[in-house]
C-alpha cells in the first residue's frame, strides 16, 4: 500500500507482489487526448502488466449520449464487467501509460458502480517498466465473473444539480482545468465550446497534485495544496475538468485527504461550455 490509506493507491512493489493473488484483478485504463497521438488499445497489446485486461473508457460509456464517455448504464458497467472477468470480491488495482491520468476516471467509474474495492497504481505503467517490472503482450484469457452495479449517486452530479448548486452554493465547484482554459485565455480543445469556468469554482490544476514521475505528492503536500487553492475541506466538494477525465485526479486526491464528501460532474466543460444558455465566467 502507498501511505496506509485503504482504496487509493498501492505502489509498484505491493502489485508485483500480489499479482498472483486469485482475488487480484489488474486494469490497464489507459487513454490519451487527442494531441498526444498515442493509441491506447495499440500500446496495450504490445505491452501491458501480466494479467491486465484493457478498459476503454469511450466504449464503456453512454454511446447514446454526444458527450464524452459519460458514465454507461449499471446494466452496461455490469456485462463489461463480466466479460472482463472484473467481478463481486475482486480487488481491482487500475493503472495508465501517462503515469496517473485516465486510472483514476477508472477508480471513479468503478465507485460510482458501488464497488469499492479497487485502487490505483500510483505512478503507473511508466515506472512500472523504468522499475523492469514484468511485462507482457499476451492477450488475457479472463473468466466471467458476476458484477453487481449499484449506483452510487452520492459521488455523480449532473447539469440540473450544478445549476441547484449554483442557487444554492451548497458545494463547492473544483476545476481541475490548467489555469489558462479556466481563465478562458486558453481556446478549448472541443468545437463549439465555450471558454471560462462555471461561476464561483475553485481552480486546482489536476498536476499539481502529481510529481514529476508520475506519483502522486504525499499527503501533506496534497493538503497544502488543496488548503491553499482556496478549498475548504470542511465543505463538499464537486470536482469538474474538461471531460470528466482529470476531475478524477482531484477526486482522488481529496478521499486521500478523508474528505467523505466529494462528487463528479460527469458532464463536465463538455457540457456546461456547450450548454448556451448556462452562465459562464471568464
Given at each position: 500500500m502507498t501511505n496506509d490509506i485503504p482504496n487509493t493507491l498501492v505502489t509498484t512493489?505491493?502489485?508485483?507482489?500480489?499479482?498472483?493473488?486469485?482475488?487480484?484483478?489488474?486494469?490497464?485504463?489507459?487513454?490519451?487526448?487527442?494531441?498526444?497521438?498515442?493509441?491506447?488499445?495499440?500500446?496495450?497489446?504490445?505491452?501491458?502488466?501480466?494479467?491486465?485486461?484493457?478498459?476503454?473508457?469511450?466504449e464503456i460509456c453512454d454511446t447514446e449520449s454526444p458527450l464524452p464517455h459519460m458514465l454507461p448504464s449499471q446494466e452496461k458497467f455490469a456485462s463489461r464487467m463480466r466479460k472482463l472477468g472484473l467481478g463481486d470480491g475482486n480487488r481491482i488495482v487500475v493503472y495508465d501509460g501517462a503515469g496517473l491520468f485516465s486510472a483514476a476516471r477508472v477508480w471513479w467509474m468503478f465507485r460510482a458502480m458501488g464497488h469499492n474495492d479497487v485502487t490505483v497504481l500510483d505512478g503507473g505503467f511508466s515506472k512500472w517498466k523504468t522499475e523492469g517490472r514484468p511485462i507482457e503482450d499476451m492477450p488475457p484469457m479472463p473468466r466471467e465473473r458476476h458484477f453487481t452495479a449499484r449506483l452510487n449517486r452520492f459521488i455523480l452530479r449532473d447539469v440540473a444539480q450544478m445549476l441547484e448548486n449554483l442557487r444554492t452554493g451548497a458545494e463547492q465547484v473544483v476545476d481541475a482545468r490548467g489555469p489558462g482554459r479556466?481563465?478562458?485565455?486558453?481556446?478549448?480543445?472541443?468545437?463549439?465550446?465555450?471558454?471560462?469556468?462555471?461561476?464561483?469554482?475553485?481552480?486546482?490544476?489536476?498536476?499539481?497534485?502529481?510529481?514529476?514521475?508520475?506519483?502522486?505528492?504525499?499527503?501533506?503536500?496534497?493538503?497544502?495544496?488543496?488548503?491553499?487553492?482556496?478549498?475548504?475541506?470542511?465543505?463538499?466538494?464537486?470536482?469538474?475538468?474538461?471531460?470528466?477525465?482529470?476531475?478524477a485526479i482531484v477526486f482522488l486526491a481529496l478521499h486521500r485527504l478523508g474528505h467523505k464528501a466529494v462528487a463528479l460532474y460527469d458532464g463536465s466543460w463538455a457540457e456546461w461550455g456547450s450548454g448556451h444558455e448556462l452562465p459562464v465566467e471568464p
Open positions: 512493489e505491493w502489485l508485483e507482489q500480489h499479482l498472483n493473488s486469485p482475488d487480484v484483478r489488474v486494469v490497464d485504463a489507459s487513454w490519451y487526448l487527442p494531441d498526444a497521438r498515442r493509441d491506447a488499445r495499440a500500446e496495450y497489446k504490445a505491452a501491458h502488466i501480466p494479467g491486465a485486461v484493457f478498459f476503454d473508457i469511450d479556466f481563465k478562458g485565455a486558453e481556446p478549448e480543445p472541443r468545437p463549439g465550446v465555450r471558454p471560462g469556468h462555471i461561476p464561483g469554482a475553485i481552480n486546482l490544476h489536476y498536476a499539481r497534485l502529481l510529481s514529476a514521475d508520475g506519483t502522486m505528492l504525499p499527503v501533506d503536500e496534497l493538503r497544502r495544496i488543496v488548503e491553499e487553492a482556496g478549498i475548504d475541506l470542511s465543505k463538499p466538494v464537486v470536482n469538474s475538468c474538461g471531460s470528466g477525465v482529470t476531475a
